[in-house]
């Protein structure tokens, strides 16, 4: 009785955990970060900050990981407590052996090609109707291709491109594969005439473009950058 419970039970957790890990890879997640997250919604474990911006910042997701934590707080209890009473009274496990059918059923659905790409589209359709770009997470807008980067760049007083500009600094900077998007001088954000603004001790550059690109062309800037952090781990 208890193996045939145990049986049911694992059986209906793998089959809610598959399910909504078909229905997360479908939004674009990963296969390895919705498995991870969807165990972790359900059971209210390692929802690690990182990741859970991927899905707090995406509406579909979201929605759907709103059912996994409801689900991992009231419906296991109730799962767990039906079984039993069933198998308590002897019943043929008519009732759960449904329940168990449905869950493979629906799993099975979301695996054909075709299921899953009438949902894609629709999750596709009601990204574009609903969603601002404002809305998504950094990664869902700027760091779609492994080469890019956005990257916080400071200006030390040792750093070559203080009291210059970009321009002066670095040569043919706008055929390079990088992007400037603002300055931040204190609380203030200098968003025009980037490339030509002095640049002064406590600015933060933002910029985005391909890892190697900017890697290579602030190479000093980042190894002062580093000197810096790791002198402040020492005071």
Known sequence: MNLLFLLIYFIIIVGVIEIFVVLFRLTGLKLEISRFQVISLMTGTGFTTDESELILGHPIRRKLA?????????????????????????LQAKEVLVLVAVVLCVYLALKLTWVQRELSDLFNRKMKENVEIADLPVREVFLKNKEDTLLFL?????????????????EKFDQLEMS?????????????????????????????GTKKVIYETF?????????????????
């Open 66 to 90: 709103t059912f996994l934590i409801l689900f991992g707080a009231f419906s296991l209890a109730v799962i767990i407590s039906s079984i039993s009473q069933f198998l308590s009274k002897g």
């Open 154 to 170: 400071p200006i030390f007083r040792e750093s070559k491109l203080a009291r210059h500009t970009l321009h002066q600094s670095i």
């Open 180 to 208: 400037v998007l603002f300055i931040k001088r204190g609380k203030v954000k200098i968003r025009r005439n980037l490339l030509d603004t002095l640049l002064h001790e406590g600015d933060q550059v933002l910029l985005f």
């Open 219 to 235: 190479y000093q800037d980042l190894l002062l950058m580093n000197e810096k952090e790791v002198e402040k781990g020492l005071l």
